[in-house]
C-alpha cells in the first residue's frame, strides 16, 4: 500500500506498534514523500478508501532498494528502506485489512478533530 505523505504512513505504522526491527518490509520514497508498506497478496482488497492511501496491485511497479550491492544498507533516496526484510522473517508482511482499518480510524480521528 502506498501512503501519503511519508510522515503519515509512519504515522499509522508507529500507531500499530510495528517496529522497523520487526522486519516487516516498508520502503520510503523521499522524492514523492510516500511509504510503501508491503502487504500480504491480497489482504488489501476491499479497502476503504483513504485519503492519500492507494492500493498497489497487478500491473504496479514499485523500486526496491538492493542491500547487497550498494554503498548505503538502506539503499537511495527514492528507494530507502524504512523497515528491511530480515534473512530469518522473509515473509513477515502486514496484513492489508488490520492497515486498512487504522489508516481508516486514523483519518476519521483527524477529521473529526476540532480546529484550533
Not at 538492493?66 to 513477515?92: K, L, N
Request: with cysteine.
Amino acid at each position: 500500500m502506498a501512503l501519503t505523505p511519508l510522515a503519515f504512513g509512519l504515522h499509522v505504522l508507529t500507531g500499530m506498534r510495528l517496529s522497523p526491527r520487526a522486519g516487516y518490509p516498508v520502503i520510503g520514497d523521499l522524492g514523492h514523500d510516500t511509504a510503501y508498506v508491503m502487504v500480504s497478496p491480497h489482504s488489501a482488497d476491499g479497502a476503504p478508501v483513504v485519503d492519500g492511501v492507494r492500493v498497489l496491485g497487478a500491473g504496479h511497479l514499485l523500486l526496491v532498494p538492493d542491500t547487497v550491492r550498494t554503498a548505503s544498507p538502506h539503499g537511495t533516496f527514492c528507494a530507502h528502506w524504512i523497515s528491511a526484510p530480515r534473512a530469518d522473517r522473509y515473509e513477515r508482511l502486514v496484513d492489508g485489512q488490520t492497515l486498512a482499518a487504522h489508516l481508516h480510524q486514523l483519518h476519521s480521528t483527524h477529521r473529526k478533530a476540532p480546529a484550533s
